[in-house]
Structure formats: structure tokens, C-alpha cells
């Protein structure tokens, strides 16, 4: 099983491989395999496809999105 740090680093590498996402812009946290979202978003499409690269990772129980959008 992944260390939770281990999970984070994931995360951030499925991110910076969707081109629509802006990753630098996204945190990642992570406890217990469940990962949380925060930053901000410019369109629901990019906060979409990065709550579903996140789901994409393995070894993720959960997603929460606590992404905000502006536009």
C-alpha cells in the first residue's frame, strides 16, 4: 500500500499529464488514500477533468472537490 505522500505525488503527476488542466494552480492533500482538491478553476471542465485524473490514480479512495471556480 502507498504512503499517503506517495499517493500525493501521484496525484500531482496524473494532473500535470492532463494538458487542459492548469496543475500548478490545484493542492493536493491527502489522508488515509481519500484526496482533497483545493485551488482554483477556471471552467467546470478543467475542475472536472481533474477530479476524474484524481479518481484515475490508483491506490485513491475518495475525491473531494473543493476546487472554486472563477471565471
Same mark, same amino acid.
Given at each position: 500500500? &502507498?504512503?499517503?505522500?506517495?499517493?500525493?505525488?501521484?496525484?500531482? %503527476?496524473?494532473? &500535470?499529464?492532463?494538458?487542459? %488542466?492548469?496543475? %500548478?494552480?490545484?493542492?493536493?492533500?491527502?489522508?488515509? $488514500?481519500?484526496?482533497?482538491?483545493?485551488?482554483?478553476?477556471?471552467?467546470?471542465?478543467? +475542475?472536472?477533468?481533474?477530479? +476524474?485524473?484524481?479518481?484515475?490514480?490508483? $491506490? %485513491?479512495?475518495?475525491?473531494?472537490? &473543493?476546487?472554486?471556480?472563477?471565471?
Amino acid at each position: 500500500m &502507498k504512503t499517503d505522500s506517495q499517493l500525493q505525488q501521484d496525484v500531482m %503527476v496524473e494532473l &500535470k499529464w492532463e494538458p487542459a %488542466v492548469h496543475a %500548478v494552480q490545484i493542492d493536493v492533500e491527502v489522508e488515509g $488514500g481519500d484526496v482533497a482538491l483545493t485551488g482554483t478553476m477556471h471552467s467546470w471542465s478543467e +475542475r472536472d477533468l481533474a477530479t +476524474r485524473s484524481a479518481w484515475g490514480t490508483a $491506490g %485513491v479512495r475518495n475525491v473531494v472537490d &473543493k476546487m472554486n471556480l472563477v471565471y
